[in-house]
């Protein structure tokens, strides 16, 4: 079945390639992603799939069904880009100022496309069933494309038993890296407003002022993770905005601040929220300021099934060799809304390497020099293909 794999993936590599230079030169930010859709829909056609689009907004779902009865496997891509503009030279670079794939939110679409055109050959040897799953709006944290999918249905009829997906990852091509447990982090956002009081910066004694105020919180934020939180845990609490102040010599009466909040496991992350809001209050208080202050619980962790995990890393390394496949010790601090599937059903997440000689030093995802090694496509392909057809037959 390798051998058949490998030749299917050759002789539709180059065509898959070219959709995603189309995808890249064409990126939608999350809930419009209008042109990307159709090109899904237009190459998933002719394949024997029931396609569905539509779905969660702009998603697109095709269903493989195989020549036994068995179960649903869910195959997930996301497809939408990120509010950047980009700076590399490639020809193919975005034509939409201000938006680019710099996450490979394309190479996925693309790898799912060139999964979908492998597996539908493959149809006679498949049991059960495959869903292709083309998600928006993975970057649209709190909320996030994938529970607009849920919602609409996309792990029913058929039913899904559980899911995968993967992403581009800053590893040497040729390499995959997974963990079972949690490999990604839980996502939240913190909202931060403090109110003043404002008078002329040469007599300070006569107003509150927001800005030391919101100096003092910042700190004193910090001291959550090293003094509140257990040191063989972790967690991370950065303010990324601080808005304030009208002019050099008046003393504002209004900051607003908003951050992010990452955490490995629930007892830590249901620690953070009332301590956040407990130094708020009580600094801004101490300075004569008053505060509103608002948590949003965005992705929850990404946490990988162990059983669908192991699997997955058997498949793997039957058609990659151990010495491909890396068990990484520790989760990363990014999140992904693929999350939320894993409340309903067993899930398994990896880490598709994109690195190599071409693109060394431009390999860091959310970045506007970001490049991603071509090549490692058709690694994705034979990656997704070889774990649908090892839990499904397994």
């Known amino acids: 079945m390798g051998i058949k794999i490998d030749e299917l993936v050759n002789s539709y590599i180059d065509d898959i390639i070219k959709i995603r230079r189309d995808i890249h030169n064409n990126p939608e930010l999350g809930m419009n992603e209008v042109r990307t859709s159709e090109v899904v829909e237009k190459n998933l056609q002719g394949l024997g799939l029931d396609i569905k689009t539509g779905i969660g907004n702009t998603g697109v779902v095709a269903v493989l069904s195989g020549k036994n009865s068995g179960k649903t496997l869910l195959l997930r891509a996301d497809m939408d880009a990120l509010p950047l503009n980009e700076v590399t030279d490639i020809p193919f670079k975005s034509r939409n100022a201000g938006i680019m794939h710099a996450c490979g939110h ?66 040497p091509l040729g390499k995959i890296a997974i963990k079972p447990g949690v490999i990604m982090a839980q996502s939240d956002r913190i909202f931060i407003k403090i109110k003043g009081k404002s008078s002329h910066g040469s007599a300070p004694h006569q107003g509150a002022d927001a800005i030391i105020a919101a100096a003092h919180v910042l700190t004193a934020l910090q001291t959550i993770v090293s003094r509140n939180i257990n040191p063989l845990d972790s967690a991370a609490i950065s303010i990324g905005v601080i808005n304030g102040g009208y002019r050099y010599n008046v003393i504002a009466d209004e900051v607003n601040l908003e951050g992010t909040v990452r955490t490995f496991s629930n007892i830590t992350a249901g ?96 970045n506007p020099n970001f490049i991603c090694d071509e090549r490692s496509i058709a690694v994705g392909i034979r990656a997704m293909c070889h774990a649908a057809l090892g839990y499904l037959n397994g």
């Open 106 to 171: 394309d190479v996925h679409t693309a790898v799912l496309i060139g999964t979908a055109k492998v597996l539908s050959r493959l149809r006679e040897h498949i049991n059960g069933n495959i869903k292709f799953v083309f998600q928006p709006a993975e970057e649209c944290n709190p909320t996030g494309g994938a529970t607009y999918m849920i919602k609409d249905g996309v792990l029913e009829n058929p039913k899904v038993d559980a899911a995968l997906a993967l992403h581009v990852w800053d590893l």
């Open 271 to 366: 620690k953070i929220p009332h301590k956040i809001k407990e130094i708020v209050n009580n600094v801004c208080l101490a300075l004569g300021c008053i505060s509103e202050f608002k948590y949003v619980n965005g992705y929850p962790l990404t946490y990988n099934d162990e059983k669908l995990t192991y699997n997955v890393i058997n498949s793997l390394e039957g058609f990659m060799g151990k010495n491909n496949v890396i068990i990484a010790e520790k989760p990363a601090t990014a999140a992904e809304d693929f999350a939320f599937f894993n409340k309903h059903v067993p899930c398994a997440f990896m880490w598709l390497g994109c690195k190599s000689e071409i693109n060394k030093n431009c390999c860091v995802i959310h």
